[in-house]
């Protein structure tokens, strides 16, 4: 029939804004997977990382060898970004025995506060923004270049800053820190999910 669109095909839908990803530290990918498993993906595409490097401080001799497969990790990650999304959400896990807590790490975090402010009250659960920065030549500190008058600390960051710093695509690390056993807590981790659909149905405006 003349007008009538191919199967599967959905008028006026475009690709995902957002791609998620989840696994860079191997250890955290069951609960990334877990949080993958509830989301709307309307405005994001899942990446699972099936080998990510090990969360945990490599020893002093193992350094060098961690920090290069570190780079070459997330390098690979701007090749899946290209021409496809324009928000790479990095998903990783800590813990923290006084309970869930989440940190937000973006280039642009004083936008991303500003936007996710309509809806987020930062208290419950606790979320809080760093904005990423570049060491300034020649400091030993981490406060970036252009440090401002923001009430937003800030901090550097051993990704690579083609990652994290890159003008086709913005660079989201969430860090969700996780009360003892709470990785599998269907009501935390729908909190988790819904910040993460938050943020992609935000699209370009931030
Ligand atoms: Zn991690």
């Known amino acids: 029939m003349p007008g009538c669109p191919l199967p599967g095909v959905r008028i006026g839908m475009t690709r995902p804004h957002a791609l998620l990803v989840v696994g860079i ?57 290209e021409g496809k999304y324009a928000l790479l959400i990095d998903l990783h896990a800590g813990q923290d025995e006084a309970g869930l807590g989440m940190e937000i790490y973006s280039r642009d975090a004083e936008a991303l506060g500003r936007g996710l402010a309509v809806h987020y009250d930062f208290t419950s659960p606790p979320l809080r923004l760093i904005r990423l920065g570049h060491r300034v030549e020649g400091s030993q500190d981490d406060m970036p270049a252009a440090a401002g008058q923001s009430a937003i600390p800030s901090a550097a960051t051993p990704i690579p800053r083609e990652v994290w710093d890159n003008l086709a695509f913005r660079y989201i690390g969430l860090e969700v820190f996780l009360p003892p056993a709470g990785g599998e807590d269907p009501e935390l981790l729908a909190i988790v999910a819904g910040l993460i659909e938050h943020i992609a149905a935000m699209g370009e405006h931030w």
């Open 25 to 81: 530290h191997r250890e955290e990918r069951a609960f990334g997977e877990a949080v993958a498993a509830r989301l709307d993906r309307t405005h994001l595409d899942v990446l699972v990382v099936p080998e990510g490097l090990s969360g945990k401080r490599p020893r002093q001799d193992q350094r060098f060898h961690f920090d290069l497969l570190h780079k070459a990790l997330y390098r690979q990650l701007t090749g899946h970004m």
